[in-house]
């Protein structure tokens, strides 16, 4: 649990080594999930939010307190991390992450769809979704499935999912970390909870042949 | 905007998280909400959306390593003795 900004603030400043490490373990997951957007591998992700730290406490001395306390730490990670990128020769996904609608992609197979052109029910569920078994929904192997799924997303609907809903962000909170627009944020989100749910019910419901 | 006779399952799909985050539009909700009524397709799509988040939830974050947050606590040492 974080304590209040102005205080955190005033217990770093003071050399408060629990409340650092406090604050360190309850953001780091967030963290290294924004970090992956802009770095080859995990090794350099976690450099990077080790980096951030530093830069954090360079510093804390020119926080204002015009943004939240976590909100200042990300862009600082954003931040750092583009700057690492660009050192090293590698191209960021900007545009993945600010303009997702110039990746189209459905949030299911248009192909389970009838044809718009169809008498009686165009656009209609054609292969409609097949029902899951609730109680293998929550089987640690379907967890295992899940994880993989993420970790095979486009890095942007990774970070947004991963912050959303395994670390239990609100939308501003990941608009922020992540500068993107509203609407930017719930199509990032949509696109990758659809290819999640896809997953699962390929394979809980396999598509009998 | 979504013309309510015209909102077809597949275009239902594509605004299931709108829903969830309560971003349509008056028009469009009440839309959305006519459809799932007469449609077990789409309904049964909602709610495994809705397990989908269930279950993304109880994924276990990233955890720091020792070795980092020790790496992490000397910097706060340092950083505190020359401050």
């Known amino acids: ?209 | 905007m979504i013309d309510t006779e015209a909102l077809s399952c597949q275009e239902l799909v594509e605004l299931v998280t709108d829903y969830l985050e309560g971003a349509l539009e008056e028009r469009d909700l009440r839309a959305f909400e006519a459809h799932l009524a007469n449609c077990d397709g789409c309904t049964e799509y909602l709610e495994q959306m809705r397990t989908t988040i269930r279950v993304v939830g109880t994924l276990t974050p990233n955890d720091l390593t020792q070795a980092a947050e020790t790496v992490l606590l000397k910097a706060f040492r340092d950083w505190k003795r020359s401050s």
């Open chain 1, 1 to 209: 649990m974080t304590l209040p900004d102005d205080e955190l603030v005033a217990a770093l400043k003071e050399g408060d080594e629990q409340a650092f490490a406090a604050v360190v373990r309850e953001w780091h997951a967030g963290l290294t999930r924004v970090a992956r957007i802009f770095t080859p591998t995990r090794a350099v992700a976690d450099e990077v939010v080790q980096e951030t730290w530093l830069r954090v406490l360079g510093a804390l001395d020119r926080f204002e307190g015009r943004s939240s306390l976590k909100t200042w730490v990300f862009r600082i990670l954003v931040n750092t991390a583009k700057t690492r990128a660009q050192r090293e020769g590698r191209s960021i996904p900007f545009s993945a992450l600010h303009d997702p609608a110039r990746v189209p992609e459905a949030a299911v197979d248009p192909e389970r769809f009838l044809p718009d052109d169809h008498p009686h029910h165009p656009g209609g569920w054609e292969s409609p979704p097949r029902e899951l078994p609730e109680d293998r929904v929550i089987a640690g192997e379907t967890r295992e499935v899940i994880e993989r799924a993420i970790e095979a997303l486009p890095a942007s609907q990774r970070a947004v999912i991963s912050l959303r809903d395994v670390e239990g962000w609100s939308s501003d909170e990941v608009r922020n970390a992540l500068d993107l627009s509203e609407v930017n944020q719930r199509v990032l989100l949509h696109r990758a909870r659809a290819r999640v749910r896809q997953v699962l019910e390929d394979y809980l419901a396999p598509e009998s042949t």
